[in-house]
């Protein structure tokens, strides 16, 4: 009786460079956003993208999160956990440091006229830096766990599940 | 920790699939268990061990398992 899996998973596949690519771009586009505010612009198409490819990492990827509603066995269910966990505290970590940052220029901006209105107020630019922070969390957010599967993963093992083992039998006498 | 599951299947003439099939788990998983990359639950364990119908302690280790060659070996020497 078959108590296993009715049907074949996709396999895995280690997605190693794409989600770093993908993570060079995002940290590329929050510093010209910062350092240039006139390419606000590119940095829109440059976060549209990365946002988008990094869900379709996570569905693809060794998370194959789009299969979250199907069986997972216990081994990927453990990546899963390792992967995310993972992602969880570096997002806390970037996050947090993005808080300080951000709250050290509140508090020079207060002092510097906080409540002025114009493109290059202070008050604009928190909340512009706020919106990219927060924008580079996201992508860290979906992009991290991918990364960190493909590269902890072990090599894949090559699908022989036809294949008979091929050591001959012992001789019945 | 150290198992016996290839040496079982090959006994058996069992394909990975079918293994996997019958434990509840994905074909690749039993290859990483073959090679040693992942570590089973007590329940898998348990339940590869009942497949080939032997104690849980026959298919895993925490010492590396005697070479086949060497058994045989002794097991020749013990008929004599």
Same mark, same amino acid.
């Given at each position: 009786?078959?108590?296993?899996?009715?049907?074949?998973?996709?396999?895995?596949?280690?997605?190693?460079?794409?989600?770093?690519?993908?993570?060079?771009?995002?940290?590329?586009?929050?510093?010209?956003?910062?350092?240039?505010?006139?390419?606000?612009?590119?940095?829109?198409?440059?976060?549209?993208?990365?946002?988008?490819?990094?869900?379709?990492?996570?569905?693809?990827?060794?998370m194959r999160t789009k299969q979250a509603t199907e069986d997972i066995d216990e081994r990927e269910a453990m990546w899963?956990?390792?992967?995310?966990?993972?992602?969880?505290?570096?997002?806390?970590?970037?996050?947090?440091?993005?808080?300080?940052?951000?709250?050290?220029?509140?508090?020079?901006?207060?002092?510097?006229?906080?409540?002025?209105?114009?493109?290059?107020?202070?008050?604009?630019?928190?909340?512009?830096?706020?919106?990219?922070?927060?924008?580079?969390?996201?992508?860290?957010?979906?992009?991290?766990?991918?990364?960190?599967?493909?590269?902890?993963?072990?090599?894949?093992?090559?699908?022989?599940?036809?294949?008979?083992?091929?050591?001959?039998?012992?001789?019945?006498? | 920790?150290?198992?016996?599951?290839?040496?079982?299947?090959?006994?058996?003439?069992?394909?990975?699939?079918?293994? @996997?099939?019958?434990? $509840? &788990?994905?074909?690749? /998983?039993?290859?990483? #268990?073959?090679?040693?990359?992942?570590?089973?639950?007590?329940?898998?364990?348990?339940?590869? @061990?009942?497949?080939? $119908? &032997?104690?849980?302690? /026959?298919?895993?280790? #925490?010492?590396?398992?005697?070479?086949?060659?060497?058994?045989?070996?002794?097991?020749?020497?013990?008929?004599?």
């Open positions: 009786m078959t108590i296993g899996f009715e049907r074949e998973l996709p396999r895995m596949r280690r997605l190693r460079w794409t989600p770093l690519l993908l993570l060079a771009v995002a940290s590329v586009s929050l510093v010209l956003e910062i350092a240039y505010p006139s390419l606000h612009i590119a940095w829109i198409g440059m976060t549209i993208g990365t946002v988008s490819m990094a869900g379709v990492l996570s569905w693809y990827g060794p899963r956990c390792r992967s995310n966990l993972f992602a969880f505290g570096a997002v806390a970590l970037v996050a947090w440091v993005g808080l300080i940052g951000l709250g050290f220029y509140a508090v020079w901006a207060g002092l510097a006229g906080w409540t002025v209105r114009s493109p290059d107020s202070p008050l604009e630019t928190f909340g512009a830096w706020l919106v990219d922070w927060a924008t580079y969390v996201i992508v860290l957010f979906l992009v991290l766990p991918t990364l960190h599967a493909s590269w902890t993963m072990p090599d894949i093992i090559e699908d022989e599940s036809e294949d008979r083992p091929s050591f001959p039998k012992p001789r019945r006498r | 920790m150290h198992n016996r599951i290839a040496l079982f299947r090959a006994e058996r003439s069992v394909s990975r699939r079918e293994l @996997a099939e019958a434990v $509840g &788990v994905n074909n690749q /998983t039993i290859g990483y #268990l073959e090679r040693g990359d992942y570590k089973p639950s007590l329940e898998l364990a348990l339940k590869i @061990a009942r497949f080939f $119908g &032997v104690a849980v302690e /026959t298919v895993f280790s #925490l010492t590396p398992f005697e070479p086949i060659a060497a058994t045989l070996k002794r097991a020749g020497r013990d008929e004599e």
